[in-house]
């Protein structure tokens, strides 16, 4: 309908003061700015200028299209400085596990936030087979999840372990001190969600060859898991830095022989090379960073 180069004849016009002042401005001919102001009103089926003897001025719609106009030159000037000085903006889809939004995600995000202020963030929280799904499809740009299931062909940067232990209310339950696999699993328990695989590792080290199949319940919530075993409706396998953040949760770490120790969680940061590769170094940089406090 219109391009820059219009808007900036029209801005000429009314910055000169005139279609003949203008064409000394532009270094165009006079007849050539005439001709491309009667063009564009004949496209956009409006008039621009009102003239009479002293000159001309804008009409109603021509004062709304130079404001409208305005606002897509800064935003043009805005991109072109972003693109030609290397500024990072925009909006990242970032995908997190629920574990990392309690720890690593806060202080990575508030430092992104301080370096790169034009950045933006959509999260996404779910389960690392999900968001490794999600980054593999270009779903999502980049992505903190289980290092054992991050796909094929991204760049990957492990971040420190996370440590499970088992934590219940002692107003609610009394376990022998240390308590064994059978202790554990004769009680319901609050672990990861069903498909992830801490809670796989959960059922494989309390079910096989034992007198009585665990119950063990999934919850994508972490912090719904801290309030059901808060409550007494069970214990839970939780991270000891959730644990740590929550202390008004009331819970206690159970003490356990070592065969019933659960094995640490391995998070890594993902991205894709090809899509993602400067974002994706940049968001690996604060995350490091964050996990090292």
């Not at 779910?126 to 991050?150: C, Y």
């Not at 991204?154 to 372990?161: D, K, Q, S, V």
């Amino acid at each position: 309908m219109f391009g820059f180069r219009d808007i900036e004849i029209i801005r000429a016009i009314v910055r000169q003061g005139g279609f003949r002042a203008a064409s000394d401005d532009l270094g165009l001919a006079q007849s050539a700015i005439s001709r491309r102001v009667r063009h564009l009103e004949d496209r956009m089926k409006i008039a621009i200028f009102e003239r009479d003897g002293r000159g001309v001025r804008l009409t109603a719609a021509g004062r709304r299209l130079c404001d409208e106009a305005e606002v897509l030159v800064a935003q043009r000037d805005r991109i072109l400085e972003e693109l030609t000085q290397n500024v990072m903006a925009g909006v990242v889809r970032l995908g997190v596990a629920e574990t990392m939004t309690h720890t690593v995600l806060p202080r990575m995000l508030t430092d992104l936030r301080a370096r790169h202020p034009l950045l933006r963030f959509e999260i996404s929280v779910d389960t690392s087979d999900q968001m490794g799904t999600l980054l593999a499809q270009d779903g999502l740009d980049v992505v903190i999840m289980l290092r054992d299931q991050a796909p094929r062909g991204i760049i990957l940067t492990a971040l420190p372990p996370v440590t499970l232990g088992w934590f219940g209310s002692p107003a609610h339950f009394t376990l022998p001190n240390p308590a064994g696999i059978d202790d554990l699993s004769s009680l319901p328990i609050v672990s990861f969600p069903k498909s992830s695989l801490p809670h796989r590792q959960v059922v494989q080290l309390l079910s096989p060859g034992r007198r009585q199949v665990a119950a063990v319940h999934g919850s994508a919530s972490l912090a719904t898991a801290l309030h059901l075993v808060g409550q007494g409706f069970g214990i839970g396998t939780i991270p000891h830095d959730i644990v740590r953040s929550w202390p008004h949760a009331g819970l206690e770490e159970i003490r356990v022989r070592s065969e019933a120790r659960l094995p640490d969680l391995d998070f890594a940061i993902c991205y894709s090379p090809e899509r993602n590769e400067k974002i994706g170094r940049e968001v690996t940089r604060a995350a490091v960073a964050a996990a090292r406090n």
